[in-house]
C-alpha cells in the first residue's frame, strides 16, 4: 500500500525555506519591478538578484525541473510541484529559482531533441539564467489549430529560409533565441511536414513588429511579439529534432509547461484565499464580522473546496508524470488539470475581490490582475475548449458502443438478471411466506 501524502522531512525543511524566501526576499522583487522579470538585469537588479539565485543553488534547488545530468537536482514533478505551489505566489520567484516559462519547456526540449552542439550552445546557457529564450509557433490567422499554420522554411544550399507571421511570440524583444515553427514539406499531412528552427534573435530579417501588452502592462511594456521572419536565413544545424518533428517536439513542450502552470497557479489562488479569509476575519458589517456572514462562509468553503481538489490532482498528475516518464500517457491528466485551472483561480480571485469591497477593485490590490491571470491560463498554451475535446476523446477510448437498443445499466433488464442468479433462493423465499 504506497499511497502516502507526507513529504519527506528532509525536503519539506527545503519547502520551509523557500516559503520563508519567497515571502521575505522574492516577493519585495514584485513590487519594484512589476514587468521586468525577462528583461536583462541591469547593475541594480543584478546586485539583488545575482544573490538570491545563488541562495537557491546552493540550497539545491536551482532548476528543479531538470534531471542532474542538465544541472538540476533531480527532483522530479512531484517535488517540483510542491515547490512550484510556492513559488506561484511571486512573478519573480520562478526566476530566481531558474523554472520561469516558456525557458523551462524551451530547454526540455533542447535537452530532449537537441544535438550535443545545440544543447552547448543554447541550453547550457539557458539552464545558468544566462539568457532567456522564446517560443514562436501561433501565428495571427491560427493558434489553436497549427494545421493553419503558413510560415514556411525551404532549403537553400545547405541551410534554410524562413519566410512568414508569429504572433504572441512571449518574450522575444529579450530573448536570445526563438524556437520557430514552420511549414517544411506541403506534399504531406501538416503533422509530418512541419519542422522545428533554433533562430538566434539577432539574425537578420527576424522582425519584431510590435510587442502586444496584457491587459494591466504599462504602456509600451507588452512583451507578446507580433514577428515578421522576411528571409531569414538558418544553418541546416538549426533544425532541432529533425524534419517533420515538429508536432513530437511542441507536444514534449507543452506537456510539461501546462503543469507547471498548473502548479504555480495553486500557489496564486492560495494567497488568494488567505486574503479572503484575512479580511473576512478583519472587516465587520451589521453587527458582525464578514466571517460571521453565511454568504462569505460559503465563499470560503467554496473556495477550499476547489482549491483543496484542484491541488490532490495536480499532485497527482506530477506523481504520474515521475512514475510513467511519457507525456503521451498523463496526457489526459494533464489537459484536466488545463481545463479545471482557469476556473479554480478565477472563481477564488472573484470572491476574494469582492469581499474586498471596493478597494478589491483598485489598483491598490492585486485580484483583478489574478482574475485576467486566470483568462490568460484559459487560453495560453491552448484554449480550454481544445484541452475538454481531447479529454473527452481520451475518456471516451476507456469505453465502447452497445449495440443493443437499451443501454447495458438498463434496470428492468437487470433486475431480471439478478433474478434469474439468485432464482433458487428467491423461489425458496416465496415458498416460506
Ligand atoms: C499570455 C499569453 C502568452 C502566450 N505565449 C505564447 C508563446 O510564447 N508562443 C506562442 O506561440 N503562442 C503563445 N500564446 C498564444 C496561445 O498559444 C494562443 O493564444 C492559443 O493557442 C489560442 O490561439 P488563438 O489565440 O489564435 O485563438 P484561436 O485559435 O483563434 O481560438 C479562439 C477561440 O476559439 C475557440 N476555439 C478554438 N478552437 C476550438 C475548438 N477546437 N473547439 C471549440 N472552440 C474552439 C476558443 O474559445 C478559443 O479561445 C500565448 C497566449 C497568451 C494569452
Known amino acids: 500500500m504506497a499511497w502516502d501524502f507526507e513529504t519527506e522531512p528532509e525536503y519539506q525543511e527545503k519547502l520551509d525555506w523557500a516559503d520563508e524566501f519567497v515571502r521575505e526576499e522574492v516577493e519585495p522583487l514584485d513590487l519594484l519591478w512589476p514587468h521586468e522579470q525577462f528583461a536583462p538585469l541591469d547593475e541594480t537588479r543584478r546586485k539583488i538578484v545575482e544573490p538570491l539565485k545563488n541562495e537557491v543553488r546552493r540550497k539545491g534547488l536551482w532548476a528543479t525541473h531538470l534531471g542532474p545530468d542538465l544541472g538540476g537536482q533531480g527532483h522530479g514533478q512531484l517535488e517540483l510541484a510542491l515547490l512550484n505551489e510556492i513559488l506561484g505566489r511571486s512573478s519573480w520567484a520562478p526566476i530566481v529559482f531558474g523554472c520561469q516559462a516558456p525557458d523551462t519547456g524551451n530547454a526540455e526540449i533542447i535537452a530532449h531533441y537537441g544535438t550535443p552542439e545545440q544543447r552547448e550552445r543554447y541550453l547550457r546557457p539557458l ?212 481545463i479545471v485551472m482557469p476556473t479554480v483561480l478565477h472563481d477564488i480571485a472573484w470572491r476574494a475581490m469582492q469581499v474586498h469591497g471596493a478597494l478589491g477593485v483598485t489598483d491598490e490590490m492585486p485580484f483583478f490582475r489574478m482574475v485576467h491571470g486566470a483568462a490568460v491560463m484559459g487560453l495560453a498554451d491552448g484554449p480550454t475548449e481544445v484541452h475538454k475535446v481531447t479529454v473527452a476523446k481520451q475518456v471516451l477510448r476507456e469505453h465502447a458502443p452497445t449495440d443493443d437498443v437499451w443501454p447495458t445499466q438498463w434496470l428492468p433488464r437487470k433486475r431480471e438478471a439478478a433474478r434469474a442468479k439468485f432464482a433458487e433462493y428467491l423461489e425458496h423465499e416465496v415458498g416460506n411466506l
Open 127 to 338: 539552464l545558468e539564467g544566462e539568457l532567456f529564450s522564446s517560443y514562436s509557433m501561433t501565428e495571427p490567422q491560427a493558434g489553436a489549430d497549427p494545421t493553419r499554420f503558413t510560415t514556411r522554411a525551404v532549403r537553400d544550399g545547405d541551410g534554410w529560409v524562413i519566410n512568414g507571421w508569429k504572433f504572441f511570440s512571449s518574450n522575444a524583444k529579450t530573448a536570445s533565441f526563438l524556437i520557430v515553427m514552420a511549414v517544411t514539406n506541403t506534399e504531406v499531412s501538416p503533422y509530418q511536414g512541419m519542422s522545428m528552427f533554433l533562430v538566434p534573435t539577432g539574425t537578420p530579417g527576424v522582425n519584431i513588429v510590435r510587442d502586444v501588452g496584457l491587459y494591466g502592462d504599462a504602456p509600451g511594456q507588452g512583451s507578446h511579439a507580433l514577428i515578421h521572419y522576411e528571409d531569414v536565413r538558418v544553418p541546416h544545424d538549426a533544425l532541432l529534432g529533425g524534419e517533420g518533428q515538429a508536432f513530437a517536439v511542441a507536444q514534449t513542450r507543452l506537456g510539461g509547461g501546462r503543469i507547471h502552470h498548473a502548479m504555480r497557479t495553486i500557489g496564486l489562488a492560495n494567497k488568494a484565499l488567505d486574503m479572503l479569509c484575512e479580511r473576512a476575519l478583519s472587516r465587520e458589517t451589521q453587527g458582525s464580522r464578514l466571517a460571521d456572514k453565511q454568504f462569505v462562509q460559503g465563499y470560503i468553503a467554496d473556495s477550499y473546496a476547489q482549491l483543496v481538489q484542484f491541488r490532490l490532482f495536480v499532485l497527482y498528475t506530477a506523481w504520474e508524470i515521475d512514475k510513467y516518464n511519457d507525456y503521451k500517457k498523463v496526457r489526459k491528466d494533464i489537459a484536466t488539470a488545463k
